[in-house]
C-alpha cells in the first residue's frame, strides 16, 4: 500500500468481527512501525523501498516489538484520547483505555503479517519469504485499483458494523 490508512480498512473489518478480542490501535501502531524502513529508504532515495521489515520474518519481529510497546503506548494514547472529552456532551466517544495482553498481540501480529501480505501484491520490491526464496508469487494478484477499492470497502463496513454494534448496545442499554 502506499500509506498505511489503506491498511487500516482491513483492520477496522477484523475489530468488527472479533470486537474486544483485536486492538484497533496496536494494530495501526504495528502499520506505522512497518513503514519505517520504506519512508527511511524513500528519504535516502534507495531503489527498493521493501527490505527485511517486509517480510515474514521480519513481520514476527516487528510484531513482537509493536506487541510490547504499542500496548503501553496505545494505552496512553486512548488516555490521553478520554481525558479530552471532559464535558458532558463529549462522554459518549470515551472508550476503554486499557488494552489486555491477547488483544494486543493478535492486533499487533495480525497488523504485520496482513502488512506483508496487501504490500506482497504491489510491490515489485517485496520478497515476503526472505531468505529463503526471493520469490513473490502474489505480486499482481490482484489489480492495484481493486486492491485499494477492497481496503476501502472493509474499513467502510467495519466502520459502520462497529458503528451499529456500538449504537444497539447503548439503545438496549438505555430502554
Not at 501502531?29 to 520504506?38: G, L, N, R, S
Not at 527490505?51 to 494505552?75: D, E, N, Q, R
Request: aromatic fraction near 16%; charged fraction near 10%.
Amino acid at each position: 500500500m502506499p500509506f498505511t490508512p489503506f491498511h487500516m480498512g482491513p483492520g477496522t473489518a477484523i475489530k468488527a468481527v472479533c470486537g474486544r478480542y483485536f486492538s484497533l490501535t496496536v494494530f495501526g501502531f504495528a502499520q506505522v512501525i512497518m513503514d519505517i524502513e520504506p519512508l527511511m529508504r524513500m528519504v535516502r532515495g534507495d531503489n527498493i523501498l521493501h527490505g527485511v521489515t517486509h517480510t515474514y520474518l521480519g513481520a514476527i519481529c516487528i510484531g513482537a516489538l509493536s506487541a510490547l510497546a504499542g500496548k503501553p503506548f496505545c494505552a496512553f494514547l486512548l488516555r490521553f484520547w478520554n481525558a479530552g472529552l471532559g464535558t458532558k456532551y463529549l462522554c459518549w466517544l470515551r472508550i476503554q483505555a486499557d488494552i489486555p495482553w491477547a488483544p494486543a498481540i493478535a492486533g499487533a501480529f495480525i497488523g504485520t503479517f496482513s502488512h506483508v501480505l496487501l504490500d506482497s501484491m504491489m510491490h515489485a520490491d517485496m520478497q515476503p519469504f526472505a531468505p529463503f526464496s526471493s520469490n513473490n508469487g502474489l505480486l499482481d494478484f490482484l489489480p492495484l485499483g481493486f486492491l485499494h477499492l477492497l481496503c476501502v470497502f472493509l474499513g467502510v463496513f467495519g466502520g459502520f458494523t462497529i458503528f451499529l454494534v456500538w449504537a444497539w448496545r447503548k439503545w438496549s442499554i438505555d430502554v
